[in-house]
């Protein structure tokens, strides 16, 4: 309560017309000379003296809250659209053509800009964000370059951890977390950037000093709908490039020219494959202990021991290696030796028996075809007995994908148990059997619907020198059933069943 306090004490009023500056904006009622002390685009949220932005979502439109935040005592409200019914002499009403696009334009204003005292370097794919984000971060920080991170695991803000509850937060989260950044004295903040907050908006605003394409491959169909639709939201984050900025581009993504294309920043491309890269690597495996990486930039080379496994966490790296050299002009001897003591990234890959144990169990949140392709494919070479594999599918999504990722499954992996992701509001046995009908002899897999008696299963049929991974969930230490979020956490019942076959 007494932080409570101190925080509203702290507070200062901003005059409206300074937070709409750079707007085109119409004032219909009242004046913008007025004084704020907050802003929200949450209805309930609203207090006396509060700017209430109206803005319209995938589920809900603030457009039909403004009498909410009328009565809850905002002073200004900022819509796309106005009822004259809700007119009122003590109420500033101003119309914008995006309300969206304002709002993130007035929540930077309110935090006094906070990105343009930051290199911000955004990370967008399908897959490998969060791995390369943890290593962009990593690198930066051993070179004394202090970086803040925000993505799918955690926001790492100032030195505190949240809790993340999007891959990017929304504006005003967003925008404050940038604030505390700086007041923290952070350099940096590397993000990562979704699909879907490029689409609405959330980075609107954000001038990037560095951005990542790790990969394209198709996800997010049930709001995107088409593969063109993603590929065009992805296309944003570059669009939106300064001149003055890189863009990192993985040379072996099938779309890599037209995001080349796209954007006026100076284009860097790395690749483990492609001479033609400026970026570029050779490795050689090391059993789970990780990557000899041979790494060479322009005139310089240097090695290192890597400790992660898997061909597609050497592009993760080299995305990394390249905003260190390229975006911060750090050396490639530097970012080697930053590389060595990287320690991973929670649910991605991640050990979770003991190394010397005689089968090993890894934890992987790969819930796409190609992440489950690519992590089937770095503990392929490892397995000296059999591939057994636990995967799902999350309800309420794409479904497209479901037979897919079978695909997948029965091409690279000895033993299949398909069981339940985040069901969600779904028939888990319904999802199950989407996946089922991607197998060409489906009668060779197991379905076991229950999450937990599917790892027990697979761990007591494990032999010396299988490998088990169990995909989709990776750091997530809940499951979502119909409306509830319950405690779940594929780590923990992995050590459980462990000790129950000990």
Known sequence: MEEKRKERKNIRKRMLSNLL????????????????????????????????????????????????AVRNGASAIVA?????????????????????????????????????KLACIGVTGTNGKSTTAFLIQHILNKCEIPTDLIGTVFYDIGGKKYPSSNTTPGILFLQK?????????????????SSHSLVQG?????????????????????????????????????????????????????????????????????????????????????????????????????????????????????AAVSVGYFGFGLSLVEIANALESFGGVPGRLELVSDINAPFKVVVDYAHTEGALEAALKALRPLCEGRLILIFGCGGDRDRTKRPRMAQVAERIA??????????????????????????????????????????????RMARKGDVVL????????????????????????????LENVA
């Open 21 to 68: 500056r750079g707007l085109h904006y119409k004032v219909i009622c009242g004046s913008d000379s007025v004084e704020v002390r907050g802003i929200t685009d949450d209805s309930r949220k609203v207090e006396k003296e509060h700017l209430f932005v109206a803005v319209k979502g995938e589920n809900d439109d603030g457009h039909n809250h403004i009498a909410e």
């Open 80 to 116: 796309e659209r106005l009822s004259p019914g809700f007119y009122s002499n003590n109420i500033t009403f101003i119309l914008v053509e995006n309300s969206r696009n304002a709002l993130a334009s007035i929540a930077s204003s309110w935090y006094k800009h906070p990105a343009r």
């Open 177 to 193: 977390s940038l604030a505390e950044s700086i007041a923290a004295k952070r350099e940096a903040l590397v993000m990562e950037v």
């Open 202 to 318: 959330r980075t609107e605003g954000i001038s990037f000093a560095s951005a990542v394409l790790t990969n394209i491959a198709s996800d997010h169909l049930d709001y995107h709908k088409t593969h063109r639709d993603y590929v065009e939201a992805k296309k944003l984050l570059f669009k939106s490039l300064p001149q003055d900025s890189v863009a990192i581009i993985n040379r072996d993504s099938p779309h890599w020219e037209e995001f080349a294309e796209c954007c006026k920043a100076s284009v860097v491309t790395y690749s483990i494959k492609n001479e033609d890269a400026l970026v570029k690597a050779k490795a050689s495996l090391d059993g789970f202990s990780g990557i000899r990486l041979s790494l060479e930039v322009e005139e310089e080379n240097a090695e290192c021991n890597f400790p992660l496994i898997g061909l597609h966490n050497c592009e993760n790296a080299l």
């Open 414 to 459: 000895d033993i299949v148990v398909v069981t339940s992701d985040n069901p969600r509001t779904e028939d888990p046995m319904r999802i199950i059997i989407d996946i089922m009908g991607g197998f060409n002899e489906p009668g060779k897999h197991k379905a076991i619907v229950d999450r937990r008696e599917a790892i027990d299963a697979a761990i």
């Open 470 to 497: 169990i995909a989709g969930k990776g750091h997530e230490n809940y499951q979502i059933v119909q409306n509830r979020i319950l405690p779940f956490n594929d780590r923990d019942e992995v050590r459980r069943a």
